[in-house]
């Protein structure tokens, strides 16, 4: 059973084969002809991927004048002092981190892993004993789960990243605090509770569906939007370390936590993690969808949470307009 999971690993293996370098990386070495070919082909026009190597090309402090297939790179481009850039930042830098790495954090420390992973233990908590209607129960996690992924990804560049995200959030404390009242019902009653059973089970999967249309996805694709091109991979790097170390602690301290709050109180827990992330992504985190990569620096320069609520502006990129005019461009390097 266990060999089953290899199976979709060679295909990962020979769709990471089948993968492009990443075009600024391939500019970053220099590579231009390549980086070219590769944004032509993960572009709309060849317009749009003209404007985008050029956005790159200044960002990586390459002159716009250079088109050969092989350029030289300042020195500076290749990397030096990058974990000096993280431990003393910019003050948009250091926004940018702590946006990514927060984010990255109050995915797993919500207790998303905690329901996905102790399922069947939260359902018999919830009063279902009989293995066949904990195993239906548990194949319906992973069926909202996945349908709700699909659906998020078809409304991520619609409705746009905050608004999807801060919308997930708060349905995920509801449902967690949904859960938590209805676990702690069961747990103080002497009798076989039906509508705390069913609001249980409920909220579970929309606790689910809330995580996988927002928080699930958003996460990986906010981050990966907002890091500079200098820090980008010490930056992803040091947000999956905290999004996978703070997993790794949930999971192995969840059946700890029950015996000590009980499994309603860990999820009274969970609900007020919730609801500090959906403070601080409310506060801390801007819109940047249809904006570049190099564009972010003055979007976090100049982001207040109060005009977010307000009615935004038509957009006005290189995928809107074609016109290539930028509000800001990432520092490369600290000042």
């Not at 003209?50 to 050969?68: F, M, P, V, Y």
């Not at 431990?87 to 996905?116: M, N, W």
């Not at 009063?127 to 129960?137: P, Q, R, V």
């Not at 409705?159 to 009242?181: D, E, F, W």
Request: aromatic share 8%; charged share 20%.
């Amino acid at each position: 059973m266990l060999g089953v999971s290899a199976i979709p690993s060679v295909f990962l293996a020979f769709g990471v084969l089948a993968m492009p370098e990443s075009p600024r990386w391939l500019v970053l070495q220099g590579r231009l002809g390549d980086a070219k070919r590769v944004l032509e082909k993960t572009s709309n026009s060849k317009e749009e991927a003209d404007l985008r190597l050029a956005d790159i090309k200044e960002a990586a402090g390459i002159h716009q004048d250079s088109t050969g297939e092989i350029v030289s790179v300042p020195k500076r481009s290749h990397g030096e002092g990058v974990w000096r850039e993280l431990l003393r930042p910019t003050p948009a830098v250091r926004r940018v981190l702590i946006a990514a790495i927060g984010i990255h954090f109050f995915q797993q420390a919500s207790g998303i892993d905690a329901v996905v992973l102790y399922s069947p233990r939260i359902f018999e908590k919830a009063g279902i004993h009989k293995k066949n209607d904990k195993l239906l129960a548990t194949i319906a996690v992973g069926f909202a789960k996945t349908l709700f992924i699909l659906v998020a990804t078809f409304f991520l560049d619609k409705v746009g990243r905050r608004p999807l995200l801060l919308s997930s959030v708060a349905g995920m404390i509801i449902s967690l605090s949904g859960l938590a009242i209805g676990l702690t019902i069961i747990d103080h009653s002497d009798r076989k509770l039906i509508w705390a059973i069913a609001l249980s089970v409920t909220t579970i999967l929309s606790f689910v569906a809330s995580f996988s249309i927002g928080m699930g996805p958003i996460a990986w694709v906010y981050s990966s939007e907002v890091l500079p091109l200098k820090l980008r991979a010490q930056g992803a790097g040091i947000g999956v370390a905290v999004n996978r170390t703070t997993s790794g602690v949930i999971s192995m301290t969840f059946l700890s936590l029950t015996r000590a709050i009980t499994t309603g109180g860990a999820f009274f827990l969970f609900a007020g993690i919730a609801t500090v992330a959906f403070v601080f992504f409310y506060t801390f985190l801007p819109e940047t969808q249809g904006k570049s990569l190099e564009e972010m620096d003055a979007l976090f320069n100049d982001f207040k949470w109060k005009s977010s609520m307000r009615r935004r502006s038509s957009k006005e990129d290189v995928y809107g307009n074609g016109n290539g005019n930028t509000n800001g461009r990432i520092q490369l390097e600290a000042t």
